[in-house]
């Protein structure tokens, strides 16, 4: 008999949430999809971790970095749900069958890199490899949670965007992220403060990437691009650069706002936050000059 019941994902109330501005006024929907940070009773007994070990997979506070968006006129939307249960930067179905018994659906992708490398949508290890579970799921436990979790995220996403794009002509998704500063290499002409994803130039107008990069660099931050990350499913999948349709991923630096290892906030976070609102403010007021004569030229 497995540990976790297939209906625990109806533990999440709500399972995310969207911050709606006073007012839309600018062409922009911010996401934080891996911050949730509620982890039900269910799932903690069925792993064979302890909820710090679990919480070490989660963009912890990231939320919080980039709650000031709300203020500059765009919604933020950001899960409750922790990335270890379900992610959303994932397609609906990869999932590895050793995780589970019974038979996935036909339609399963179960060969991806990130179902070999234990990371599909129902994640088996968490980020610094350690297997999650005592043992197998049913795999209707991964069913309910695409159906009620994953779906739903995904549709008020792109209703985000569809709404964005037909009241502004454009939208541009900014997915936000962190990363372990252990993920970036040891030596020192490795190390990032931000990794800009735009899928190598196919996710996102040029001239976003660009600015975002020139204000984050004026700061005194170090930026690269995608390397050592591109960009997920939600910025390959909504950008659309084509239909005017942008989405740009922002990965951070964990060392420069937290304890990496207890999670707790150190004194760089409302600075980086600071700087983040600053940033944006200036994107943003440029999106009724220079951006649009940029989107309008290419």
């Keep these: 008999m497995s540990f976790l019941p297939p209906d625990d994902s109806e533990a999440f109330d709500p399972p995310f949430v969207v911050d709606e501005p006073a007012q839309h006024v600018v062409p922009f929907v911010f996401n934080t999809p891996h911050s949730g940070a509620h982890y039900p009773e269910a799932f903690l007994a069925a792993s064979r ?3 710090l070990t679990l919480r070490r997979s989660e963009d912890a506070h990231v939320d919080r970095l980039f709650a000031a968006v709300v203020g500059l006129g765009a919604p933020l939307m950001r899960a409750n749900f922790p990335r270890a249960y379900l992610d959303v930067n994932r397609e609906p179905y990869e999932l590895d069958p050793r995780m589970f018994q019974g038979r996935l659906p036909s ?13 599909g949508t129902v994640p088996r290890i968490v980020a610094d490899g350690q297997e999650i579970y005592r043992e197998r799921l049913p795999v209707e436990a991964a069913v309910r949670r695409i159906e009620t979790l994953y779906k ?6 792109r209703g985000l965007i569809q709404r964005t794009a037909r009241t502004f002509g454009r939208a541009f998704l900014i997915d936000c992220h962190s990363m372990p500063s252990s993920s970036l290499g040891r030596e020192e002409s490795a190390q990032a403060d931000f990794v800009l994803g735009d899928r190598f130039g196919t996710a996102c107008l040029p001239a976003l990437v660009e600015g975002v990069e020139a204000r984050l660099r004026a700061l005194g931050y170090k930026v690269v691009r995608n390397k050592p ?5 939600i ?23 937290m304890n990496e290892q207890s999670l ?3 004194a760089g976070f ?4 600071d700087n983040l609102a600053a940033v ?9 000059d220079a951006v649009p004569h940029r989107i309008a030229a290419e």
């Design 49 to 51: 971790l302890d909820a």
């Design 107 to 119: 339609y399963a992708n179960t060969r991806s890199m990130r179902v070999a490398g234990g990371l």
């Design 152 to 157: 739903p995220y995904h549709r008020t996403l």
């Design 229 to 233: 990350y591109a960009g997920g499913f």
């Design 235 to 257: 910025t390959e999948h909504y950008g659309e650069p084509g239909l005017g349709r942008h989405a740009l991923q922002i990965e951070i630096n964990r060392a420069l706002y």
């Design 264 to 266: 707790a906030l150190t």
């Design 270 to 273: 409302s600075a980086l936050a």
């Design 280 to 288: 944006f403010a200036e994107i943003a007021a440029e999106t009724g």
